[in-house]
């Protein structure tokens, strides 16, 4: 059993997961407006994972005889100014979610709830290769800003990132 503080901390986390599924499926359709398919399957793989992210925090729920409860998504952007500037965002919202898995852990290690925060461990890791991933996407848009046949290279190479399902613990 988590307490009902952690219970709302949990469910908030998945909140924030399924925001940024939404968020990426909204970049993803400014790079297909933008003719650039790879980033936007980039983009789509990314959401995926971020319901993956959702539902290992709703499954968590359900183990520990927690209630799920599913909130409002906020609703994300639309527009941005240009391919760059999506990328940072990227970055810059991973970054952001960091900081709410750092949070959970300290309230966790507060609450000495230590089955949820060896729970957390996955993402705490997990948090690392994203800003990884995404920070290396970034530098290579940065560097291919003023050429289009640069960014249209960065493209082929998205085009070829898949969604890899993670394997089922347990
Ligand atoms: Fe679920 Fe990309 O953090």
């Known amino acids: 059993m988590v307490s009902k503080k952690m219970q709302d901390a949990l469910n908030g986390q998945m909140n924030a997961e399924l925001y940024s599924a939404y968020l990426y499926l909204a970049m993803a359709a400014y790079y297909e407006d933008s003719d650039l398919p790879g980033f936007a399957n ?24 927690a209630r799920v409860v599913l909130d409002t998504i906020e609703k994300p952007p639309f527009e941005w100014e240009s391919p760059l500037n999506v990328s940072e965002h990227v970055l810059a919202h991973e970054k952001k979610v960091t900081g709410l898995i750092n949070d959970l852990v300290n309230f966790a290690l507060e609450e000495k709830d230590h089955a949820t925060n060896n729970f957390l461990q996955y993402f705490v890791a997990e948090q690392v290769e994203e800003e990884e991933s995404v920070g290396s996407v970034l530098q290579k848009v940065r560097l291919a800003v003023d050429s289009s046949s640069g960014l249209l290279m960065v493209d082929s190479e998205l085009a070829q990132r898949v969604f890899n399902p993670p394997v089922a613990e347990k």
């Open 42 to 65: 980039w983009m789509r793989v990314q959401a995926q994972e971020e319901m993956t992210h959702a539902m290992k925090f709703y499954d968590y729920l359900v183990q520990r005889g």
